[in-house]
């Protein structure tokens, strides 16, 4: 079983829709990432969080640590925000990324 | 400033040929690490450095696999005899120290013909 489990694999909304990915851990942690991947491989973070719910624009992600779990949600979704996005922990006595495998969100207008 | 940036961006190289691929850091940014991407898959741990010091390389698939970063700057990540399953992203991303954000370069995608 993968440490870092990621649901849905993929998701095709329509523009405009809100949209949630989760994230489920198995590992002690010390904190979350979200990460976008576009085509061509580049990734960008979204937020680091460890507690509580962060938001920046449109985006929002919150982490429960007792349940050991994450979601990413995208409010008012546009074409733009088609890529793969990526939940990733860190171990609580490593700096390294546990990576999950990826949500691919595909946004249609 | 500048972000992390990682050359080649792509290498072909045949079965058994050795390659070398670069990162430089952020400046300042005392962590880095190298991933490998396949296609389809999320990134995994192959090594991480503080500073010059390699402390942990535990992902490293093969002792074919050696990275070094010897000023605490710049890194390379070496592939010797190179296989077919060594095809892959391979993604170098660095951090002001260890447990916090990570920034990533643009990768320099292996393909091993």
């Known amino acids: 079983k993968n440490e870092v489990e990621q649901s849905p694999q993929n998701l095709t909304a329509q523009e405009g829709e809100f949209i949630t990915i989760n994230c489920s851990y198995s590992v002690g942690i010390s904190a979350l990432h979200w990460l976008q991947q576009h085509p061509g491989g580049g990734i960008v973070s979204l937020f680091m969080l460890s507690s509580g719910k962060k938001k920046h624009g449109r985006l929002i992600a919150t982490i429960n640590i007792q349940e050991k779990h994450s979601s990413l949600h995208i409010t008012a979704s546009h074409p733009r925000d088609s890529a793969v996005y990526i939940c990733a922990v860190i171990r609580g006595s490593q700096g390294n990324l546990i990576f999950g495998k990826g949500t691919k969100l595909s946004v249609k207008p | 400033g500048a972000g992390v940036s990682q050359s080649p961006r792509y290498k072909v190289a045949k079965r058994g040929q050795d390659v070398a691929l670069r990162c430089d850091p952020i400046?300042?940014?005392?962590?880095l690490f190298w991933y490998q991407q396949a296609l389809g898959q999320g990134p995994e741990f192959l090594t991480y450095?503080?500073?010059?010091?390699?402390?942990?390389k535990s992902g490293l698939p093969s002792d074919r696999f050696f990275a070094e970063r010897p000023e605490g700057s710049v890194s390379t990540l070496k592939i010797q005899r190179t296989q077919q399953e060594d095809s892959a992203v391979y993604l170098c991303a660095s951090s002001f120290s260890d447990r916090v954000e990570q920034y990533f370069g643009p990768g320099t995608r292996l393909t091993v013909t």
């Open positions: 450095f503080q500073n010059e010091a390699q402390l942990d």
């Open positions: 400046s300042g940014h005392v962590s």
